[in-house]
């Protein structure tokens, strides 16, 4: 079992920068899970953002932050970031860190099983 922490949002200009961070703490290894970040704005569903592997070898993007996010993981801090550049009104949102304890980077929302309580991400135009 793993308990996440999200932390670095906050109120920022169109093509402003942010980076988040997400630090986990429990009995298991940080390593043995596949991590992602997902995204819920007001009025619409949980969406995909990215995920990385155990060992940071691969990754995946949702279409709309391709270019602008960047994902990485420190296994040995068991932390866990988003790098948000470029950032659009329409990133405007809470976003989530979550744990996944298969080895499959994948963007399916209910392969993860521990998430964080989420930190708020917004974007003025």
């Known amino acids: 079992q793993v308990q996440l922490v999200e932390s670095g949002g906050g109120l920022v200009q169109a093509g402003g920068s942010l980076r988040l961070s997400c630090a986990a703490s429990?009995?298991?290894?940080?390593?043995?899970?596949?991590m992602g970040w997902f995204r819920q704005a007001p009025g619409k569903e949980r969406e995909f953002v990215a995920a990385?592997?155990?060992?940071?070898?691969?990754?995946d993007y949702a279409d709309s932050v391709k270019g602008r996010f960047a994902i990485s993981r420190d296994n040995n801090k068991n932390t866990m970031y988003l790098q948000m550049n470029s950032l659009k009104p329409e990133d405007t949102a809470v976003y989530y860190c979550?744990?996944?304890?298969?080895?499959?980077?994948?963007?399916?929302?209910?392969?993860?099983?521990?998430w964080g309580q989420g930190t708020q991400v917004t974007v003025s135009s």
């Open positions: 429990g009995r298991t290894f940080f390593g043995n899970y596949v």
């Open positions: 979550a744990a996944n304890p298969g080895v499959v980077v994948t963007p399916v929302v209910a392969k993860y099983d521990y």
């Open positions: 990385i592997s155990r060992g940071s070898s691969s990754t």
